[in-house]
């Protein structure tokens, strides 16, 4: 002790003539940092309301609540997160993990009310002064929590694809399957979004887990052609997948594929529950593809006897005369049908309903009847010349490929049309070493075949004529009959009513023309409905069967019931949704045998 | 000239008071006590104005943390840790980040490793400027807490313009950092360190040379050399009785082994002593902050990508990572069973052994006026006694 200690104690007296350091609020503000966590901020439009916030919030602060003016749709559940501030610990995990990145935070750093109510609320909906703020809590760059980019599917080469039937897609290895599935969140907007609902988030959750009997079981709760479906499922569910929302959709349909090849078909049946006990009743399903199919494996389930007429020689439908091997390979899709067979349901190949048996027969001999013939008549050009010889049906050149018939399509092919058929059209005859023209009346992002098939096919040489509208076919000079010209008017898109699509308008003067060895039309399909004779009762309105919500087309008297699904009812036409509706049926008929309901 | 030191009672001498014969006092300090020794109290027994028996009684914050995080996501515990110190949540983080890391068999990217080592000592100088608040204060000094808690608040608002928060910083997350820096936040950071180390010029000269703290800390709560193993004392309170023992020089974490310091040791190991001793390590911290900003990587990755956080499961196994806080040896024990929620994670904060058994020792013969500086003067946060 010195007498320093007694004096420099007074140092602080220098102080005393300081400005002061704090802050007079509310005359000076003092604004948070940039990144300052605040109250939360929600763009609404962006938002899908997939609830992966609530998942991480690990005070249960945030909770999805229906939102005023917001409807639930493929994609977007319609609700939206609100935060409890009497829960929230503000630690913005929920901003770090948003798929879509709607939410951030502001920088605000007090708010005052006497009412506590006020401190619940769904932000981007009740407006707050806060909202729009550029400042405040944001992901930084190159921080994410989950992953955006989906795991490559391996592919053959386009050289290799195109230069053989083998299967394009190679699908996943073990290691691959795992880390995709990890990306989701399973916050199930796919399951409203797929017409089966299918346990999605349930299935993907077996691929983490690695439990490929769970995830077998699961997707043969909803769809009895998993083989099929894990390949060439038009997948609406990736469209409404959250993930897809800020990056790369979890690939849905290659871990369905996935866990479908991971089992053999001699394991299946430990893997899936046993049908219910012979219940004597007798079924008739018309048409072996993917709707008849699914509605015989539940009903079968429900321990009827099924009896499915295919007109083909191969049961299948669309699935094998429509799809081409290199996507669809038949081995994947006899595993399927192998599955759906080894149960007892009998399927008569080569017998076609109102030839070879009538359907009123059929209404006699069984219970119910549930039709599922799809679309087989193809429409034609309906342009002078559609008669040509040239001019082939695309369905019909699927279909006689899938048998190993010889095409003699010629060294030039042309393929009308812009949906799937016409791309699996193109991509056949690519690969018997055709050059390929698609035209198409309407532009390439008005096509309705999926986009990847047309990226694919143009990958693979196909040549592209958009805004191509078909005129006439004549035959080619000195080509006796072998080759013929297609004549198309070139055409200008023309927005006629605000919110419709645009329609093509043909360019005065602007013909153009193209020498083909065939023309192969592939612009949509018609019923065939000749065997439905008006006695049986089946009410048909604009070419379709009309049905009620569970399929029922009739029960009236004279005859067993009859139900109709698939591409014959649905404005859809595609194999997911011929599955949900023969799932429908089977529910349908089983409570109608069972005098459960209708 | 000194003040001599307190003489510490050895066990055997120590008698039971007899409550009834009217010669004692029995009154209890907190938990209302105001200040970081707040929430946990003592029951005192005095004998005139001294101290001859105490109890702690702890129990009063238990939150159950270590409880909690069993039945949490790994990812979902990140935000909880941070709480079990309030004043100093960033050695949590770090622990518990590093735990799961190792278990995980993650490298988080260079970068990652700096900011870590910045954050935390920065959050080792905003510690020791709200304890040395307590400490004059608890000597009846209020303008050191108005100084210190003020260069307090001007490391808290670098703390918000890096991570987001002033006093939760949620920043070292597991596999990284949360964000890189601000532009222009390392000449804030230079800028602020020169302000805060004229500040604690000025400290040094009020409070360490002033007459009545030396009277009231020299020779109180003197801790013996032999006591620091026998009790597992750590950090300053380890150093101040001459045992140079830091974790940040002993196990070499983050960027530590490319910093250049060395553990400032002293000798008499009492209350004056460790004020000292902890002054001495903010110089120590603005010193390192500044070595930081001089050889933090200024581009590169801060985080590395992790599994989906939902779903993150680490192989089963365990481990105990430790890091020197201000106090001492902070560590997170956690045990992983495949699953994706941690088995058990246990903490060990230096505060158990200081304010439960070493206090009780220390409290007896001790002026009831000194109870609360010599609290202060192990530097504990009740708190993380209580996970």
Redesign the interface.
């Known amino acids: 002790?010195d007498i320093?200690?007694?004096i420099?104690?007074f140092?602080?007296w220098k102080?005393a003539f300081e400005k002061p350091?704090t802050v007079k609020k509310p005359i000076d503000e003092r604004p948070?940092?940039?990144?300052?966590?605040g109250f939360h901020m929600n763009d609404a439009d962006a938002c899908v309301g997939c609830g992966?916030c609530e998942?991480?919030c690990?005070n249960n602060a945030i909770d999805l609540v229906p939102a005023a003016g917001r409807e639930a749709k493929d994609g977007d559940s319609g609700l939206r997160p609100r935060i409890d501030y009497g829960r929230c610990?503000?630690?913005?995990?929920c901003v770090?993990?948003c798929p879509s990145g709607s939410l951030s935070?502001s920088n605000e750093y007090v708010w005052i009310d006497r009412d506590p109510d006020v401190f619940r609320y769904v932000p981007g909906v009740e407006a707050k002064p806060w909202d729009g703020s550029a400042l405040g809590?944001r992901r930084?760059?190159?921080?994410?929590?989950?992953?955006e980019d989906r795991v490559p599917m391996p592919e053959l080469g386009h050289a290799e694809a195109v230069a053989s039937f083998l299967e394009l897609v190679r699908g996943y290895s073990r290691a691959q399957a795992e880390k995709e599935a990890?990306?989701?969140?399973?916050c199930g907007l796919c399951i409203a979004s797929c017409p089966a609902h299918m346990d999605i988030p349930g299935y993907i959750k077996a691929v983490?887990d690695g439990d490929m009997d769970e995830g077998l079981r699961l997707l043969y709760e909803t769809n009895p052609f998993p083989e099929a479906c894990g390949r060439v499922c038009t997948h609406r569910c990736e469209e409404a997948c959250s993930i897809g929302s800020g990056g790369d959709p979890v690939a849905i349909r290659w871990l369905k594929r996935y866990i479908a090849d991971q089992v053999e078909l001699s394991d299946y049946a430990k893997a899936l529950p046993r049908g219910a006990a012979p219940s004597g009743k007798k079924v008739a399903i018309v048409g072996a593809g993917p709707g008849g199919l699914s509605a015989a494996y539940y009903l079968s389930m429900q321990g009827h006897a099924v009896t499915v007429f295919e007109a083909e020689e191969a049961a299948g439908g669309m699935l094998r005369y429509g799809i081409p091997e290199y996507r669809l390979p038949y081995p994947a899709l006899d595993k399927d049908i192998g599955y759906i067979e080894s149960l007892g349901v009998s399927i008569s190949r080569g017998v076609s309903i109102g030839k070879d048996i009538e359907l009123s027969k059929l209404r006699t001999d069984f219970d119910a009847v549930y039709l599922s013939t799809g679309l087989p008549v193809a429409y034609g050009l309906e342009v002078p010349g559609e008669d040509h010889p040239r001019v082939l049906d695309g369905v019909a050149v699927l279909a006689r490929a899938t048998r190993g018939e010889e095409l003699g399509l010629g060294g030039r092919v042309a393929v009308i049309g812009g949906g799937n058929v016409a791309m699996d059209a193109a991509r056949t005859a690519l690969r018997h070493g055709a050059t390929v023209d698609i035209l198409y009346r309407r532009r390439e992002e008005d096509m309705p075949a999926d986009a990847d098939e047309v990226r694919e096919a143009k990958a693979e040489g196909a040549r592209l004529v958009e805004k191509a509208i078909p005129l006439e076919v004549r035959d080619a000079p000195d080509a006796a009959g072998e080759a013929a010209l297609f004549i198309w008017n070139e055409a200008t898109m023309v927005q006629k009513e605000p919110g419709k699509r645009p329609v093509p308008e043909p360019i005065p003067g602007a013909v153009r023309e193209g020498r083909y060895d065939s023309i192969i039309a592939a612009i949509g399909q018609g019923p065939d409905l000749s065997f439905i004779a008006e006695s049986d009762g089946v009410p048909v309105k604009r070419f379709r069967p009309v049905v009620d919500s569970f399929g029922m087309a009739t029960r009236a008297a004279g005859g067993a019931p009859v139900f109709a699904g698939g591409d014959l009812v649905n404005d859809r036409k595609d194999a997911i949704s011929a599955i949900a509706d023969g799932h429908r049926a089977a529910i349908g008929i089983d409570r109608l045998l069972y005098g459960k309901g209708a | 000239?000194r003040r001599e030191k307190q003489r510490v009672i050895p066990p055997a001498e120590r008698a039971t008071p007899d409550l009834d014969s009217g010669k004692y006092l029995v009154m209890w300090q907190g938990p209302q006590h105001p200040g970081i020794t707040g929430n946990m109290s003592l029951r005192l027994v005095a004998e005139g104005d001294t101290v001859v028996d105490c109890e702690t009684h702890v129990g009063y914050l238990h939150r159950g943390f270590e409880k909690l995080m069993e039945r949490?996501?790994y990812?979902?515990?990140?935000?909880?840790v941070c709480r079990i110190a309030v004043p100093e949540p960033d050695f949590n983080e770090y622990c518990y980040a590093a735990a799961l890391e190792e278990l995980a068999g993650i490298v988080i990217p260079e970068k990652a490793v700096w900011l870590r080592t910045l954050s935390l000592e920065m959050m080792r100088l905003a510690s020791f400027l709200m304890w040395i608040g307590g400490q004059a204060g608890a000597f009846g000094h209020g303008?050191i807490a108005q100084?210190s808690v003020?260069m307090r608040?001007y490391v808290l608002?670098l703390f918000?313009?890096?991570?987001?928060?002033r006093i939760?910083h949620?920043y070292i997350i597991p596999g990284g950092v949360?964000?890189?820096v601000?532009a222009g936040f390392y000449k804030r950071v230079l800028e602020t360190m020169a302000v805060v180390e004229k500040n604690l010029d000025?400290i040094e000269?009020?409070m360490f040379?002033?007459?009545?703290f030396?009277?009231r800390a020299e020779g109180l709560g003197y801790i013996p050399r032999d006591w620091v193993d026998h009790y597992g004392i750590t950090g300053p309170n380890a150093r101040a009785a001459g045992v140079a023992r830091d974790l940040r020089k002993d196990s070499g974490y983050l960027a530590y082994p490319r910093l250049d310091f060395q553990p400032i040791v002293g000798t008499e190991s009492d209350a004056y002593e460790r004020a000292r001793l902890r002054l001495g390590e903010m110089y120590q911290a603005i010193d390192l902050i500044r070595q930081i900003v001089d050889m933090a990587p200024k581009d590169g990755?801060?985080?590395e990508?992790?599994?989906?956080?939902?779903?993150w499961r680490i192989p089963a196994g365990e481990t105990y990572v430790s890091a020197e806080c201000t106090r001492g040896e902070y560590g997170f024990y956690v045990v992983s069973d495949g699953s994706d929620k941690p088995r058990r994670v246990a903490v060990r904060g230096p505060s158990y052994t200081h304010a439960v058994s070493v206090m009780e020792r220390l409290v007896r013969g001790v002026n009831i006026a000194d109870v609360a500086g010599l609290m202060v003067s192990l530097h504990t946060y009740p708190p993380e006694i209580e996970r």
């Open positions: 002790m320093k200690d007694f420099a104690p140092a602080v102080r350091f948070g940092a940039p990144r300052y966590r992966t998942a991480i690990m610990c503000w630690c913005a995990l770090d993990i935070m809590y930084a760059e190159g921080y994410r929590l989950l992953d990890d990306r989701c969140v399973s983490r | 000239m949490r996501l990812m979902q515990n990140f935000p909880l303008t100084w003020t608040d608002d918000e313009e890096l991570t987001g928060g939760y949620m949360r964000g890189d601000p000025d000269l009020v040379h002033n007459a009545v030396k009277m990755p801060f985080r990508r992790l599994p989906n956080p939902l779903y």
